[in-house]
């Protein structure tokens, strides 16, 4: 374990800064902060009911920013670093290639934390200037937006191992996150198009089911969410079963 896991940290140590000092991590942190910001107009609006317009508004931007940093970190985590040819003075170190993805797939969860992170203070200072204090189950509802990013995040390093850009990358993952929140509807749909056990409800069923991970649609309806624990083992299955995917393709490319 030790031999998988220190490589690993050591190199999602310095990816963790490399994407903190990326432009596009700020530029993605500034837009955060100037919509969630914005949100106090639809608070307003909403008058009587202005605390969940608040939190609805800002927890949906958080997530959508999120997915955006995400997406676009982890489809060229591996890319970029082939293009600079930084990759080859990695792997001329004693860094297993197996290290090596985990630690770059972890240095996207960590930057995802701390993004979400930075734009719940402001988006809690927002609240509270408002009057309204943010309790646990926000803050759980922060938790399973990220557990959703992480699990995305994991789905396209596996398409990056295989898409022909990281544009393409990218657009697989956003579709796979729309197709995830329709998760029970699209397999219904390609049982009735192709029956019962077809191929085509096989696939539909390989779309993860992002709608486990809602709990912020459920801060008014108490239960309407999965337990944490069978969240995180979903996620945790596609975590393992995305990096294995990942890592197969990985050790076959010549670097």
């Known amino acids: 374990m030790k031999a998988l896991f220190s490589p690993a940290l050591r190199v999602a140590s310095h990816s963790l800064r490399l994407h903190l000092r990326d432009r596009f991590f700020g530029l993605f942190l500034l837009f955060s902060l100037l919509l969630i910001y914005s949100s106090l107009l639809v608070g307003v609006m909403a008058v009587y009911q202005e605390r969940r317009a608040l939190v609805d508004f800002g927890l949906a931007l958080m997530e959508l920013m999120g997915l955006a940093f995400c997406v676009y970190a982890s489809a060229t985590a591996v890319s970029s670093e082939v293009e600079t040819k930084t990759i080859y003075l990695v792997f001329s170190r004693p860094v297993p290639r197996h290290s090596y993805l985990l630690g770059k797939m972890l240095a996207v969860f960590g930057a995802a934390a701390l993004l979400l992170a930075a734009t719940a203070v402001m988006h809690s200072s927002l609240l509270l200037l408002r009057g309204h204090s943010p309790d646990g189950l926000y803050f759980a509802a922060l938790g399973y937006s990220w557990l959703k990013l992480t699990l995305i995040s994991s789905l396209v390093f596996a398409v ?23 998760a029970p509807e699209t397999v219904f749909m390609a049982a009735r198009a192709g029956g019962e056990g077809s191929a085509l409800e096989f696939l539909a069923r390989l779309i993860p089911n992002l709608q486990l991970f809602n709990f912020k649609d459920a801060l008014d309806v ?34």
């Open 160 to 182: 990056s191992m295989f898409a022909t850009s990281s544009l393409s990358a990218m657009v697989i993952g956003f579709i796979l996150w729309m197709l995830g929140h329709f």
């Open 222 to 255: 108490p239960g309407a969410a999965a337990p944490p624990a069978l969240a995180l083992a979903y996620a945790a299955a596609w975590w393992a079963g995305s990096y294995g995917f990942a890592w197969a393709l990985l050790r076959r490319k010549e670097f």
